[in-house]
C-alpha cells in the first residue's frame, strides 16, 4: 500500500492550503483515512480522521478551521485548511487504516509565516 501526499507549501497566516493523499496498491476498503501532523521536536498528533461511513475526528485546535473529506471510489482524503495560524506549521501525514493496520505516506510540509 502506498499513500502519496501533495498539496503542501509556504502561506501567510490567515491563508489557506488544501492537502491530498491517495491510496494505492490495495483492493481491500479503507475504514479510515486521516491526516496526522508533527512539529519539530514534538510528537505526531492527530488532525482529523474519517471513516468510510462518513465520522469525523478533528483535533479541538483545527475544528471550524479545517474540513476533512474523502472520496471512496478514489481511495482519496482530503484536507482543507483555512485561517491558517503559525502553529499549525508542521510536516504533514496522510494515514489510511486497512484491516486494522496503519499506513502512511511520506509528509508533506506545510510552513504558515506570521
Known amino acids: 500500500v502506498q499513500l502519496q501526499a501533495s498539496g503542501g507549501g509556504l502561506v501567510q497566516a490567515g491563508g489557506s492550503l488544501r492537502l491530498s493523499c491517495a491510496a494505492s496498491g490495495t483492493s481491500f476498503p479503507i475504514f479510515g483515512m486521516g491526516w496526522y501532523r508533527q512539529a519539530p521536536g514534538k510528537q505526531r498528533d492527530l488532525v482529523a480522521t474519517k471513516t468510510r461511513a462518513g465520522s469525523t475526528n478533528y483535533a479541538d485546535s483545527v475544528k471550524g478551521r479545517f474540513t476533512i473529506s474523502r472520496d471512496n471510489a478514489k481511495n482519496t482524503v482530503y484536507l482543507q485548511m483555512n485561517s491558517l495560524k503559525p502553529e499549525d506549521m508542521a510536516v504533514y501525514y496522510c494515514?489510511?487504516?486497512?484491516?486494522?493496520?496503519?499506513?502512511w505516506g511520506q509528509g508533506t510540509q506545510v510552513t504558515v509565516s506570521s
Open positions: 494515514n489510511a487504516q486497512i484491516r486494522g493496520q496503519d499506513y
